[in-house]
């Protein structure tokens, strides 16, 4: 493709966020892999795939799973397993947010309906700790209040 193809992914992925895309390319640059992954693709294929793979490949992306080569997949979870674990929040049409290990305990309590001070005597922390956290999650997930974030949860 002339010009920059995860640019172009990237802009489908915002202005038609439903669509599905893989890349098909001759890169198996890590960086290049991974900026596609970031840029919504749903699939990263070589250029060298039997043509006889190809509609199947094709097919499990629209059943819902991913499409890559076995040794690129074996460098995803490297790179996983590389970030120290910490957890992501995937929300569709959105970008992956990072949430501290803290913000994830607070969130889930958030989620069983817990008061800032109940949340604050389960964690052992003072309410304005946890008033920290939740405004923290909130303006991670780019909401204004405690029921906005739940509602995005709800969803998924």
Do not use: C
């Not at 840029?39 to 819902?64: C, E, M």
């Amino acid at each position: 493709m002339p010009g920059n193809g995860i640019a172009a992914a990237a802009e489908i992925r915002s202005r038609l966020p439903d669509t599905t895309i893989v890349m098909l390319t001759v890169s198996d640059d890590d960086a290049d892999l991974f900026a596609a992954l970031r840029a919504g693709a749903s699939g990263y294929l070589l250029k060298d795939i039997d043509p006889a793979r190809l509609p199947h490949a094709l097919q499990g992306v629209l059943d819902g799973e991913a499409a890559m080569p076995r040794t690129l997949v074996a460098r995803v979870l490297e790179e996983f397993r590389s970030r120290g674990g910490r957890p992501r929040v995937f929300l569709p049409g959105r970008r992956p947010i990072e949430l501290t290990p803290r913000e994830w305990e607070v969130l889930e309590l958030m989620r069983e309906g817990l008061s800032t001070a109940e949340i604050a005597a389960r964690l052992f922390v003072e309410p304005g700790t946890v008033r920290s956290h939740v405004t923290a999650i909130l303006h991670k997930l780019h909401v204004t209040n405690r029921k906005s974030a739940l509602q995005l949860f709800d969803k998924r």
